[in-house]
C-alpha cells in the first residue's frame, strides 16, 4: 500500500504532482486559519477548495482526521464523507484493503475543538485491532511532540498516556501532527513505525514535504 499522508496544512494545498496513491492520510489542521472559526466559510471551502484538491489526485482513498482547528468538525460530528473519496474519522474506524485505520482527534489543548475531556482517556477512545492509527496530537516518543521556539526553548508537548495506548494495541503505523516542529523522521518502536507529518513550521511557513510511506 502507497500512503500519502500529511497534517497541519493550515489552508495549503501542495501540489503533489502526478504519482498515484492508494490511501491519502491527513491528520488535522486542514482549515485555512482566516476562517477556522466561521462554520459556514469552513463548509464552503471543504467542500470546494478542499474536495477539489482532493479529487485532482490520484489516490482511491482520502482519510482526513480533523484538528483542534478544525472546529466545523466538532459541530457536525455526524459528519462522514465529503464527497465520494474524503472519509472524516472522528473516533471510528475503517477498513481499506485490509487494513483498519482508526482517526482520533483530540488533543489535551483547551479552548480549542477536540480538547480531550478527563473522561475521554486515550484508553476508552482508541480500540484494539488497528492496523494504522491516525491522531492529530503527537504521542510522547522520540521528540514526535517536541516545540522548538523561537528563543531556543524547548518543550516537550507528546502525550505519554498516547504513547501508553500505541504501545497497548501495537498498531503497523502511526500517523499525527499538531506540533509543527516535532521529530520529522522515520521513528520505529520494534513493529511501529510512528511520523509527524506536519507541513508548516511554528510560524506557520511551509517546511515539509508531503510523506510517502510504503506499508
Known sequence: MKILAMSD???YLPNVGENKYDLMIIAGDVLPLEIQTNEYLSYCWLTQDFKMWCDGIDV???VLVPGNHDFIFENLKNWYKIGDKINVLINRKIVYQGKT???C?????????FKREPYKTYKKMIPTGVDILVTHQPPLYN????????????????????????IDINPELVICGHIHSGNHSDVRLGNIRLYNVSLLDEQYCVRYEPKVIHL
Open 9 to 11: 496544512l493550515h489552508g
Open 105 to 113: 482527534p483530540y488533543t489535551t489543548m483547551n479552548t480549542w475543538a
Open 143 to 166: 521528540g514526535l511532540g517536541m516545540v522548538e521556539y523561537d528563543n531556543g526553548d524547548i518543550k516537550e508537548c507528546g502525550s505519554p498516556k498516547l504513547m501508553e495506548r500505541i
Open 101 to 103: 485505520i482508526f482517526g
Open 60 to 62: 482511491e482513498m482520502v
